[in-house]
């Protein structure tokens, strides 16, 4: 009887043993790509260990792509080229790239695992991204959905970015999440504040970091981010400027007026921000008060849904009508769009159809 | 069991679809069917996956559990085997093609709590196949499977952009769906019996 028993469980176990055994081995073997060495821009060399992707090994050697998602493939932000060695291009990739990026061997690091040696490159600009640990000094409401959060630098004690840029957020663990999640927030405070930087949230219904922010993240606890990136930048020129924002679009472009302030700018600029009721609207005062100190500068909120008896003196309607009363030399002027795509778009078709050149028009999405 | 190969391996396909006539391996059936091409990745995992690990379950029943009278540990044998045998093929295709890695990729690890995998390596047993008949009768009901739930992707692709009232909607439709796929494919039992 026990003699029975015993066998029973003594070949179980050597079966499963044996199976466990053959993975081990196809887990050393087959899965085991040895050294793998990391050319970037042809200079430098990362020596790694192969088998992880692209993305999270550039990451363990602190050299950070930009990535909303954290590597799930969802977001097509960490395009890097990849000249030699990537493999063959994978379905996953596909949706986020277009013909012309194809052709230029450009791939999402996240997506392409590293196993031989493998040559990238990336924009130098991507070396001056660092990991940043900070205490949330203030969070305050803007409206009823919309929260601004300051942060100092804790180490490194310096951010050295132009405005307009975003820094990537890491929500940790918690209740409503079983993994950290990273999301893309735009730096709302001016360049010339090194030490402390602001983000405006709004927050997403079910949205994980948002939610996050929102709820359960106190004044004087640590938060890390990673930044900053992004190509949404003012131009250094003297053209016209129209701005247009919808939401939270208005954290970037408080960054680039509060630049513009400072440098006393001369540049004629305009600021169309669109909202649904007045209860959306937020940093009026802000906004007035640069009014005064830019000569050049007008803010125009425009409100979609205006209730009776709301007061609203203001603009009504969408962003689109208001455009042409204010491009007066179409070759010369620039326009900075910040927010849903759809708004986007639609400005867009408006700024195009005024002749305003596809190279003058720069946008920052948020999907 | 005296019964050709071939019959063996047609009627697996057609007349004794192990999906529609033992409603097996629903759950992975009833999700991924959103989409002809997600459905089309499932099945050639599931028709991949049946006939290798039919094979292999039959050498371990017949050679270890039978010679050592260890009949009865045939359900928790076979499934050690199946996990083994999907995370070895997972490890051996990210390998050699990433490519197919990617598109089957997400799918190899749902089939390995597949119940028809499981299923056909019974069936095997309770039937008593021989070797040639259970690799058939594993690759046949692979492709059935494959056939089956292609069969209703591509209703539900269409019934998605009709109106469907809403206590109908989702699962309720599909599990209709598939009784009347069931129905049609039973006309077909006469030509061959199997079980």
């Known amino acids: ?367 | 069991m005296e019964i050709s190969v071939f019959i063996l391996f047609m009627a697996a396909v057609f007349t004794s679809n192990i999906l529609l006539t033992n409603f097996l391996g629903m759950c992975s059936y009833l999700s991924v069917s959103k989409q002809i091409e997600s459905s089309i990745g499932l099945g050639i995992a599931v028709f991949f996956v049946m006939t290798c690990t039919t094979a292999l379950n039959y050498a371990v029943y017949y050679f270890i559990l039978v010679p050592l009278d260890l009949v009865y540990l045939q359900y928790i044998i076979f499934i050690i085997v199946i996990a083994a045998f999907v995370q070895l093929t997972e490890m051996v295709i990210e390998r050699f093609s990433p490519v197919l890695y990617y598109s089957l990729g997400i799918f190899l690890p749902l089939i390995t709590v597949n119940c028809a995998i499981l299923g056909v390596s019974l069936f095997m047993i309770i039937r008593h196949y021989t070797f040639i008949q259970s690799v058939a009768f594993g690759a046949g009901s692979g492709i059935g499977w494959m056939l089956a739930i292609l069969a209703l992707a591509g209703i539900r692709e269409r019934v998605n952009e009709k109106f469907v009232p809403a206590g109908l909607r989702g699962a309720a439709l599909s599990l209709i769906i598939t009784g009347i796929m069931a129905l049609g494919f039973i006309g077909l039992s006469g030509i061959a019996v199997i079980q």
């Open chain 1, 1 to 367: 009887m026990i003699l029975s028993i015993l066998v029973t469980i003594g070949i179980a176990a050597g079966i499963g043993g044996f199976l466990a055994l053959l993975l081990v081995i196809a887990e050393s073997t087959l899965a085991n790509y040895g050294e793998c060495k990391i050319t970037i821009n042809g200079k430098k060399e990362l020596r790694v260990k192969g088998g992880s992707s692209l993305l999270t090994l550039l990451n363990n050697n602190k050299i950070f792509l930009s990535s909303a998602c954290g590597g799930r493939g969802s977001c097509g932000f960490c395009k890097c080229k990849v000249l030699e060695g990537g493999g063959p291009l994978l379905p996953t990739e596909t949706p986020f790239l277009d013909e012309e990026e194809k052709k230029n061997n450009v791939r999402l690091a996240c997506q392409v695992k590293v196993k031989q040696d493998i040559k990238i490159e990336i924009p130098e600009d991507i070396f001056a991204v660092q990991e940043f640990t900070g205490k949330v000094t203030k969070i305050r409401d803007l409206t009823y959905d919309i929260k601004e959060m300051s942060i100092e630098l804790t180490t490194p004690k310096k951010i050295d970015f132009k405005a307009g840029q975003y820094v990537q957020f890491v929500a940790p663990r918690y209740e409503k999440s079983r993994q950290p999640v990273t999301r893309a927030y735009s730096i709302s405070s001016s360049p010339e504040k090194k030490n402390t930087i602001q983000l405006i949230i709004k927050k997403v219904p079910e949205g994980l970091c948002t939610t996050y922010i929102h709820e359960y993240l106190k004044e004087g606890d640590t938060v890390f981010f990673t930044g900053p990136f992004g190509d949404f930048i003012i131009k250094d020129t003297q053209n016209d400027m129209l701005f247009a924002a919808g939401g939270s679009g208005k954290a970037p472009i408080k960054s680039m007026l509060e630049f513009l302030n400072t440098h006393s700018s001369k540049r004629r600029m305009v600021y169309f921000f669109g909202a649904r009721t007045k209860k959306d609207l937020y940093l009026t005062d802000l906004f007035e008060k640069l009014e005064n100190e830019l000569k050049n500068f007008v803010y125009v909120p425009i409100l979609s849904q205006t209730e009776e008896n709301s007061g609203w003196k203001g603009k009504t309607g969408y962003i689109m009508p208001y455009l042409k009363e204010y491009v007066k030399d179409a070759a010369h002027t620039e326009a900075y769009l910040c927010g849903s795509p759809g708004m986007i778009d639609a400005v867009k078709k408006e700024l195009l159809e005024l002749k305003i050149s596809d190279d003058n028009i720069f946008y920052d999405s948020f999907s």
